[in-house]
């Protein structure tokens, strides 16, 4: 058990916790997809070290998409990303639980190009959901830890968004 726990693949899932930890901690959409960034190459590193390899390939190309949504904000490149998502998972998963990677990257692609601030938030909460059922099912400790925690970290930020804007809101009235 312990050597499950604290061998290569298993530290990377830890690495790529840390890193997503700080990602959905940030309040500043382009400090949150630069680390994203990053977590997603550790993260695919992790999945490869794992055998999960439509997960791994999915990180990939949200690194791919993070990367672009940086400069980019347009709806033809999520539409671009998107279609190469759901190809890739058609050709490439064989079985239906592999699609949930691939449904997560899909759904933070839309969020990531088309939304900002909460919104993008709220939808990437459902990203992770689809990621978190991923984790589990491929036996990533680091992932199952990193998801539970973007998504109370995530919900956090969403909440501390929303005082904020009622307090501008207030000073404005």
Known sequence: MF??????PQLLGIAAFILGVL???????KKLKAVMLIQNLVYMTHFILLGSYVSA?????SACRTAT???VSSKYVALFFVIIGITF???????IWQFFPI????IGTISLFLLKGIPMRVLMLMGSGCWLTNNILVGSY??????STVIVMNS????????????KQQLVS
């Open 103 to 106: 449904l997560g990257t899909t």
């Open 156 to 167: 956090i930020t969403i909440l501390r968004l929303v005082l904020q804007n009622r307090e």
């Open 57 to 61: 390939l999915s990180s990939l190309l």
């Open 3 to 8: 050597e499950q726990l604290f061998n290569l």
């Open 89 to 95: 998972g058609y050709i490439v998963a064989d079985s």
């Open 23 to 29: 990602s959905f901690y940030q309040r500043n959409d």
């Open 69 to 71: 949504a940086i400069y």
């Open 142 to 147: 680091g992932g199952i830890l990193l998801e």
